[in-house]
């Protein structure tokens, strides 16, 4: 058969991180090709670079389409050829009908006056194509996300796609909605349209895809051949994760006591789409200097359990009971969960954490500043001196505590979050991406704070998307998947064989 | 032991200088400028500028723009707007007269009423930024048309007064003096020196604890500069206005506001939180703040601050006019913006507000005695505007 897209030994680096290392992969015109690894492994980026996000000379390798080489320097350039990208967060404008959406940017005008009839006759026979049933004129806001992203199909259809690259089309779908849509891109595939599917659901891939693809630190590990003979999915996930552990974790001897913080049939939904429900009956129990994980998938409604659980920092209709020792507890404000020894440490650091363009000792005192007042006045000197205790305790690296946490790396910044919470003391630390763009050697720091803590007998609750993180610090590993608990395990018995298997189940299941 | 010592490697003195003015070009810029600006004014004026009577003039032009910066800066930190300050100021103005001229209410009785009138109003548009999250800009447009519309319909389109006597004191009265005499008010002079003296000592004692702890602050030799000059400044000012009738007393209330407003936004928590919520909103309502609270009243003290300029507007036109306040919001607005305060919130300061008032201030009272006509003059504000904040935007990238 022949060869569509060759990718030859991709290279691309970010400050201090090799995100591809010389990763071939050659796809066959007419097939569709599933790319599967974890989050973070590189399948976005390698999109990216397929797609020209990251130009030309950002990466190194060369990249041949239909035979010829090809040096991209927009999404322009690889739009014109026909490779167009659908995003796991779609770009359609929600104010904006169907038809508009999708000839957004190429529009059929005369003059720069747009020629509507064309627009709304070719709409139409887009969306019949794709088989979606609504009028052009529909606002694209209106619809489900189901619907959405078949107008982005349609959309890439009017560009006369050539290869089409679906990013997790179906992560946000239902059963029947994700159905049509594999059953969709078998129509295309028989239309002669070449498809690249990202996917975590394993069982979706084996249902349309001819050959797979395996991502891993960045490396592309195998690609295996299902189009005659059905790959066991087993042998997908050992290689989804299949790394070996060494000791980039502090050595504890966990000493754990009776349960303190507990979370009972919590449900929280969608803050702006109140009828959908975002969390379903989570419970959660976590002891006195236990460190606990939770896994999953992006989306998998983790960040979503901790912040509705903080005050209700996310979220609409909220039910459910939180316990501490043994007690039923009010974390109804923000406030509230802060006085009952709660702390949230968010994965979004410069979005939610942290006021950048302060410095540092105004950042720690912030959620706590009666602690270095008095009267209401701040005494700048004791705020101080608890900002140079920390940065001393947590080894943050900076000029001074009167540096503006803007100018930080990463890794301190998280540092300087972390100390925020660490004085207002709490009993309970909630943990979000601890460790999420942070350098290796910082991580291990950031690792030896948690061990810390909980052997200072704090209880912790650990949100990672980093198996192996969880892993190797972890005592016991809950697993969540679409909003609900679907697994437990205790740090012996867990692997990330299990835990992969437990998620890729679940979505099966569903 | 000072923390940047203690973690960079020694700089030579020169570097360290430019290193700090660098870091601070702002607030001294923002100083000079001013200087300058008045420089300019009293040559061009041959001298008026800073005659005493003129002098007391321009305090006395400036200290409802000045009272009102104080609580827009707060507003704009906030990451807010207030357009409806002028109408307010301009209502409040007529609700007085209503009360003091035609009800006969006493002053007093009826300054606090004008006042929590003022908070009311402040609540009321605060409620809806803060608990319906409709953008300030919205909210205070409307209060803009509302409070205009409400004044002409107070005063039915006239005029009213004259103010009793004692509220007229308020904006036109000068600080009693013991020692009467019509060349110079000692009593008046003496005031500013110790003003001066106390502000030097307080900013000695700030430096030294801040050095004993080991805090970035300004050099030697810099912060004698600036302190010395500070201080000359008021005694002078004192002098030439001690020359004319004394110190006015709406110079003592701006003076005691501006103080309150540098110490809240300096020192208390209240003030820390209000800059943190314009610097990151929910990275403070994650750290267990009530932002929303604390937005509301952010507009609840920008309407009291707004009253009062009101009333002290209306006691020193000594009636209160269907047009009074007109445009007033520009030139509050104008005021934080050329001092410094960043429109998409958490930056600003208090000093830089007041100076930009004063920038203002110095420019229509100059350019008035000049004799440019008031179409040139908005031309000439608005470019200064322009041109203070581009300035800004530029250091800033570089």
Redesign the interface.
């Known amino acids: 058969m022949e060869t569509i897209l060759e990718m030859r030994s991709i290279t691309k680096e970010f400050p201090g991180v090799v995100a591809l290392n010389q990763v071939n992969l050659s796809v066959r015109a007419g097939e569709i090709h599933a790319i599967v690894g974890e989050n973070g492994a590189g399948k976005s980026t390698l999109m990216k670079v397929l797609s020209g996000v990251y130009p030309h000379h950002s990466y190194s390798g060369e990249i041949a389409f239909a035979g010829q080489p090809q040096k991209f320097r927009d999404i322009g350039d690889s739009e014109r050829l026909g490779i167009i990208i659908i995003h796991q967060e779609l770009a359609l404008v929600p104010q904006l009908s169907i038809a508009e959406n999708i000839f957004l940017g190429n529009e059929p005008s005369r003059h720069g006056i747009i020629d509507w009839h064309q627009v709304y006759a070719r709409t139409r026979q887009l969306l019949q194509q794709v088989g979606l049933k609504e009028s052009p004129s529909t606002l694209v806001g209106d619809l489900g996300v189901g619907k959405q992203q078949l107008v982005e199909i349609a959309k890439a259809l009017s560009k006369n796609v050539r290869l089409l690259i679906l990013d997790e089309p179906t992560a946000s779908l239902n059963e029947t909605d994700s159905d049509a849509l594999l059953e969709l891109l078998l129509e295309l595939q028989r239309e002669g349209i070449t498809s690249i599917l990202i996917s975590h659901k394993l069982n979706e891939i084996a249902k349309v895809a001819d050959r797979i693809t395996v991502i891993r630190d960045g490396m592309a590990i195998e690609t295996m051949d299902c189009a005659d003979a059905p790959i066991p999915e087993n042998r997908v996930i050992q290689r989804m994760v299949g790394r070996e552990m060494s000791d980039r974790y502090p050595p504890r001897q966990p000493a754990i006591g009776d349960i303190v913080f507990e979370v009972r049939n919590w449900h929280a939904n969608h803050p702006q789409h109140p009828e959908r429900q975002v969390l379903k009956d989570i419970n959660l129990q976590v002891r006195r200097g236990e460190i606990v994980g939770i896994a999953g998938l992006m989306g998998a409604g983790r960040t979503e359990l901790a912040m509705s659980i903080f005050g209700r920092a996310y979220g609409k209709r909220i039910r459910g009971d939180v316990y501490l020792h043994g007690a039923a507890v009010d974390v109804s404000t923000i406030s509230k969960a802060i006085g009952h020894g709660i702390a949230y440490v968010t994965e979004d650091r410069k979005g939610l954490g942290l006021v950048l363009h302060d410095d540092i000792a105004r950042n720690i005192s912030l959620p706590n500043l009666a602690r270095v007042a008095r009267g209401g006045v701040i005494d700048r000197t004791r705020e101080t001196g608890v900002a140079r205790d920390y940065r001393e305790k947590l080894r943050i690296r900076c000029a001074g505590v009167t540096q503006p946490v803007v100018n930080l790396s990463g890794g301190n910044q998280q540092k300087v979050v972390l100390s925020k919470w660490l004085f207002s003391q709490p009993e309970v630390l909630i943990l979000d991406e601890p460790t999420r763009g942070v350098d290796v050697g910082a991580k291990y720091e950031i690792y030896s704070i948690i061990s810390q803590l909980a052997a200072e007998g704090k209880c912790v609750l650990m949100i990672s998307s980093e198996m192996p993180e969880l892993l190797g610090m972890c005592d016991r590993i809950y697993v969540m998947n679409e909003g609900s608990m679907v697994a437990e395990f205790a740090a012996a018995e867990a692997s990330q064989e299990k835990i992969m298997s437990a998620i890729v189940r679940a979505g099966s299941e569903k | 032991m000072n923390?940047?010592i203690?973690?960079?490697p020694p700089t030579p003195a020169g570097k360290k200088y430019s290193g700090f003015l660098r870091r601070n070009f702002r607030e001294y810029a923002m100083f000079l400028s001013l200087l300058v600006i008045m420089a300019f004014f009293q040559v061009q004026t041959e001298g008026t500028l800073l005659m005493p009577l003129n002098l007391t003039n321009l305090v006395l032009q400036n200290s409802y723009i000045v009272i009102m910066a104080l609580a827009m800066l707060l507003v704009i930190v906030a990451g807010h707007i207030d357009l409806s300050v002028g109408s307010v100021a301009g209502f409040i103005g007529a609700l007085a007269a209503v009360l003091m001229v035609q009800h006969g209410v006493p002053v007093l009785l009826a300054t606090v009423l004008c006042l929590l009138a003022g908070a009311v109003i402040g609540a009321a548009q605060g409620y809806f930024v803060a608990y319906h999250r409709i953008p300030s800009f919205i909210v205070t447009l409307a209060g803009m048309l509302v409070f205009k519309g409400l004044a002409l319909t107070l005063l039915d389109g006239q005029s009213l007064g004259p103010f009793p006597e004692i509220f007229q004191k308020l904006s036109s009265g000068f600080i009693p003096e013991v020692i009467d005499s019509d060349s110079l008010h000692p009593g008046s002079l003496l005031l500013g020196c110790l003003a001066a003296g106390a502000l030097l000592l307080l900013a000695m004692k700030q430096r030294a604890?801040?050095l004993r702890?080991?805090?970035?602050e300004e050099p030697t030799q810099f912060f004698w500069a600036k302190q010395l000059l500070i201080s000359a400044i008021i005694v002078f000012f004192s002098y030439k206005l001690a020359a004319y009738k004394g110190l006015p007393n709406v110079l003592i209330i701006m003076s005691l506001l501006i103080a309150l407003y540098q110490f809240i936004t300096n020192?208390?928590?209240?003030g820390?939180?209000i800059?943190?919520l314009g610097?990151?909103e929910?990275?403070?309502?994650?750290?267990?703040?009530?932002t929303r609270r604390l937005t509301f009243y952010t507009f609840v003290n920008m309407g009291v601050l707004a009253a009062l300029a009101g009333l002290v507007f209306a006691a020193r036109l000594n009636t209160a006019t269907p047009k009074a306040g007109l445009g007033f919001e520009l030139d509050v607005i104008a005021a934080c913006f050329i001092g410094g305060a960043s429109a998409s919130g958490?930056?600003g300061k208090v000093m830089g507000a007041v100076i930009g008032a004063f920038i203002m201030g110095v420019m229509n009272n100059g350019m008035s005695i000049l004799g440019i006509g008031i179409d040139y003059q908005q031309v000439i504000k608005g470019l200064v505007l322009l041109a203070a904040v581009w300035v800004d935007v530029y250091y800033k990238n570089k």
């Open positions: 923390d940047h203690a973690t960079l604890a801040h702890h080991g805090m970035e020192r208390t928590t209240i820390r939180r800059y943190a610097g990151n929910k990275a403070t309502r994650l750290s267990g703040i009530n958490g930056v």
